[in-house]
């Protein structure tokens, strides 16, 4: 069964500092992956796509089949950073269905 | 275009109520989607749309939820009775139905509802 697991509930870097944040997913099919944003009071919203090869507000995010993992990372954290990171899987082909992991909740700190 | 919208924004009810949580998707999507979000289990798919039809309801947890979908601007969740472990974040979500199967959903501010 597919899956998307983000082993960290938590991360709390300093600002400037360089930040991962792991994603790790199960799925027998092509997989196509995301990470969606949360800031504090805002509505969830779509960060990259991995389809894409992207760049947003700094952030970037390979897809590893080799080791099933779509990590998100940044350089350079910033403090406008701070926000929940949700990666999610299509699991549902041209339906779109996501499965998202428990999300990780990530602290920039001056 | 205001995005996706959800009311009530906050609901508090008493275990044994009925609750119901509307949505309107965005103008031209064709699915919508129902989420419940926990601390305990994340964001969890309970149900969605395309086309106005319920095309898989497999994350409803059980009978005291139902959703329909009566015209392309709207939809509802409704629990009845509701339970304190419904309490949680519901969120809608809507998407176009175009070619590229990645289109992004889009997501409303979520109805946060506390069942005492």
């Known amino acids: 069964a597919q899956r998307v697991t983000q082993p960290e509930k938590l991360l709390s870097v300093f600002k400037g500092a360089p930040v991962e944040l792991k994603c790790n997913y199960s799925?027998?099919?092509?997989?196509?992956l995301f990470w969606y944003v949360q800031y504090s009071r805002q509505r969830l919203q779509l960060l990259l796509r991995h389809i894409s090869r992207e760049s947003i507000k700094g952030f970037t995010a390979d897809l590893n089949k080799g080791e099933t993992s779509f990590h998100l990372k940044k350089p350079f954290a910033q403090e406008e950073d701070s926000a929940m990171y949700y990666c999610a899987l299509n699991y549902g082909g041209s339906q779109g269905n996501l499965i998202f992991g428990k999300g990780t909740k990530l602290s920039v700190k001056p | 275009d205001a995005g996706v919208i959800q009311s009530p924004r906050h609901e508090v009810t008493e275990m044994g109520q009925e609750v119901t949580l509307r949505c309107k998707p965005i103008s031209g999507h064709d699915y919508l989607f129902w989420y419940r979000q926990t601390m305990m289990r994340g964001l969890e798919l309970l149900i969605y749309f395309n086309n106005n039809v319920p095309i898989d309801d497999s994350g409803m947890p059980e009978d005291r939820f139902s959703a329909k979908m009566p015209n392309a601007s709207f939809s509802t969740l409704k629990i009845q009775p509701s339970e304190p472990r419904d309490s949680a974040v519901y969120f809608c979500a809507s998407r176009g139905g175009g070619l590229s199967f990645t289109d992004t959903q889009y997501f409303g501010p979520g109805t946060r509802l506390t069942v005492l």
């Open positions: 799925y027998s099919g092509s997989p196509e």
